[in-house]
């Protein structure tokens, strides 16, 4: 079986620069990313120009912001 990925290119480096800020704006906090056909769920530690360093329950990873289709806040469970 053949995995293919795609690689989302930004042609334009300010479109690059403002996913870079939104991706900035999930810092601290627990989110689920998705990337092709599969997501991780984890605390965004750090947003850099090529990657999102995320805390996940099994250590640390390392996703290509280039891959990055979504990242959403998980929601609060009510009391």
């Given at each position: 079986?053949?995995?293919?990925?795609?690689?989302?290119?930004?042609?334009?480096?300010?479109?690059?620069?403002?996913?870079?800020?939104?991706?900035?704006?999930?810092?601290?906090k627990?989110?689920?990313?998705?990337?092709?056909?599969?997501?991780?769920?984890?605390?965004?530690?750090?947003?850099?120009?090529?990657?999102?360093?995320?805390?996940?329950?099994?250590?640390?990873?390392i996703?290509?912001?280039?891959?990055?289709?979504?990242?959403?806040?998980?929601?609060?469970?009510?009391?």
């Amino acid at each position: 079986m053949m995995i293919f990925q795609q690689q989302i290119l930004f042609p334009n480096p300010k479109e690059r620069l403002q996913m870079i800020e939104l991706a900035k704006q999930f810092l601290s906090k627990e989110c689920i990313v998705f990337y092709f056909d599969s997501h991780v769920k984890g605390t965004i530690l750090e947003v850099d120009d090529g990657a999102i360093l995320l805390a996940t329950k099994y250590g640390k990873e390392i996703i290509n912001l280039n891959f990055v289709t979504r990242i959403c806040e998980c929601s609060k469970k009510k009391k």
